[in-house]
């Protein structure tokens, strides 16, 4: 679902169209991934796009990397481009073992490309909150190749050691949605999860009011909070439905964990009975009574009503 920021979008493709890379601000929330998922299609008919989720660890980051050069054919010296991804990786890490000889690498792969007279590739990381500053050499290479595309957080902006990259790239700050931006959002998050409101006017100006403008409150409010607690409660705000979100999310984890207990304890019962067993049995008989007793409980403590 994505609404607005189409000021902030298409300063990020001008950037990218102009070579240059850009770091796009803003507190959690605020609609950085979506921009980003908004902007894909665009940046991938300007030139290959190369997307990492994480510039965290580094390690993890540069085999993102690989990967996208690999899908792009975009070939890394000494390593092949076959038909097994997999393979070409493992072949890319034993000839290149460290982290800085990997970079180098890669590095190496987008200058070839650059000079090929094509568009330079957009190399995009969904979330750079974990940069380092021994990174900073790398990626300062990375952006004299190739367009860096950066999703950060304010604060990660101030992480020492960190300055010399931010120099490099031109910022685009996401401020909060315009009221009218609000609203549409609302309205489409409302028709998604089928939420029914006795006054749908008074419902969406307080889900407006509430969030504050930012897309990941309104979706928080609308998916989680009650339409009555929404009119009614002055006390929901922003920690308020996080809170629901959060705890929803944790019974989702939790759910296969109680089945495979549960599945568990059956086995042994049936595994007791069948070798004769009795303190097997006995101890899964009493695991099915602890199952039976406490998944409702624990459902209760973690889901949102």
């Given at each position: ?156 902006l101030k992480k020492a050691n960190t300055k010399r990259l931010w120099m490099r790239l031109d910022r685009v700050d996401l ?131």
């Amino acid at each position: 679902m994505f609404v607005g920021r189409k000021e902030e979008g298409r300063a990020v493709l001008l950037s990218v169209r102009a070579g240059r890379g850009v770091v796009l601000v803003g507190p959690p929330g605020y609609g950085k991934s979506a921009l980003l998922q908004e902007l894909k299609p665009a940046l991938e008919a300007w030139g290959v796009v190369v997307w990492a989720d994480k510039l965290a660890p580094f390690g993890a980051f540069l085999k993102d990397l690989f990967r996208g050069l690999w899908d792009a054919r975009i070939p890394v010296e000494g390593v092949g481009i076959s038909k097994d991804l997999e393979a070409d990786l493992r072949t890319w890490g034993k000839r290149y073992p460290s982290n800085d000889e990997k970079a180098k690498s890669l590095v190496k792969a987008l200058r070839a490309y650059a000079e090929n007279g094509v568009n330079r590739a957009a190399v995009v990381v969904d979330d750079a909150t974990g940069v380092q500053g021994s990174m900073v050499p790398w990626l300062v290479a990375l952006a004299e190749v190739a367009n860096l595309v950066l999703a950060a957080h304010p604060d990660t902006l101030k992480k020492a050691n960190t300055k010399r990259l931010w120099m490099r790239l031109d910022r685009v700050d996401l401020p909060p949605l315009s009221p009218k931006e609000s609203r549409a959002l609302a309205e489409a998050l409302v028709e998604r999860y089928g939420v029914v409101a006795e006054d749908r006017e008074v419902y969406l100006s307080r889900v407006v009011a509430l969030s504050g403008g930012i897309p990941g409150e309104i979706e928080r409010l609308v998916r989680y909070v009650s339409a009555e607690d929404i009119v009614r409660n002055r006390d929901v705000g922003t920690g308020y439905a996080e809170g629901l979100a959060q705890r929803e999310e944790r019974g989702v984890a939790l759910a296969p964990i109680l089945l495979v207990a549960g599945g568990v304890a059956i086995a042994a019962r049936y595994l007791g009975l069948a070798r004769g067993e009795m303190d097997l049995y006995v101890a899964g008989g009493l695991g099915i009574a602890a199952f039976v007793v406490l998944a409702p409980w624990l459902r209760k403590a973690v889901v949102a009503r």
